[in-house]
């Protein structure tokens, strides 16, 4: 495997764990967590977890 396929295939499972971690920055939201508790639980600030559910719902 040369450097930039695996560049390629560790770029798709980052993409992958990010959706995964908006899709569950989501659903703690939706379950009525705070900002504060979903960043905590993250391991971000509470304007990176506001920024991801953001884009997660987005729609685009």
């Given at each position: 495997m040369t450097s930039i396929e695996k560049l390629e295939a560790a770029a798709g499972k980052l993409n992958a764990a990010i959706n995964?971690?908006?899709?569950y920055i989501t659903r703690a939201r939706n379950d009525g967590y705070t900002w504060e508790a979903i960043a905590a639980a993250a391991d971000m600030s509470?304007?990176?977890?506001?920024?991801?559910?953001?884009?997660?719902?987005?729609?685009e």
């Amino acid at each position: 495997m040369t450097s930039i396929e695996k560049l390629e295939a560790a770029a798709g499972k980052l993409n992958a764990a990010i959706n995964e971690r908006d899709h569950y920055i989501t659903r703690a939201r939706n379950d009525g967590y705070t900002w504060e508790a979903i960043a905590a639980a993250a391991d971000m600030s509470r304007a990176g977890v506001i920024k991801a559910y953001n884009r997660a719902n987005s729609g685009e």
